[in-house]
């Protein structure tokens, strides 16, 4: 599956923004999708987990430092799956990744960077 990502930019602290990940060339609802966020010279992060789950059975989980503050969501329609940050901190001024992973087979967006800053 091939992944573009959208929607970084700069934000003031505290500010919000809204990634997007459009996914082509396979069945988008068979992955399990999240976004991973990496700074220079170090691994990259997991920040939120969807999994292919409907209904009851969607589970989504964070890392520690944006429960509250981050949603993650899919729209099998389109394809999409979106990152809603909010209160956002310097911290996260590094690139982000949309990951698609179906049977241990990862694929990765390009990246979109993201910068907190006064």
């Known amino acids: 599956v091939q992944l573009v990502e959208s929607g970084g930019g700069l934000v003031q602290p505290g500010g919000s923004l809204r990634l997007s990940c459009a996914g082509s060339g396979r069945v988008f609802s068979y992955y399990n999708l999240a976004w991973y966020r990496q700074s220079p010279g170090s691994q990259r992060e997991l920040v939120a987990e969807?999994?292919?789950?409907?209904?009851?059975?969607?589970?989504?989980s964070y890392a520690e430092s944006v429960k509250g503050r981050f949603t993650i969501s899919r729209e099998e329609s389109n394809d999409i799956v979106s990152l809603q940050m909010n209160d956002l901190k310097p911290e996260a001024s590094v690139v982000h990744y949309c990951?698609?992973?179906?049977?241990?087979?990862?694929?990765w967006g390009q990246g979109t960077q993201v910068t907190v800053a006064s």
């Open positions: 990951n698609a992973n179906v049977g241990g087979i990862n694929s």
């Open positions: 969807i999994n292919t789950g409907v209904g009851s059975r969607q589970v989504k």
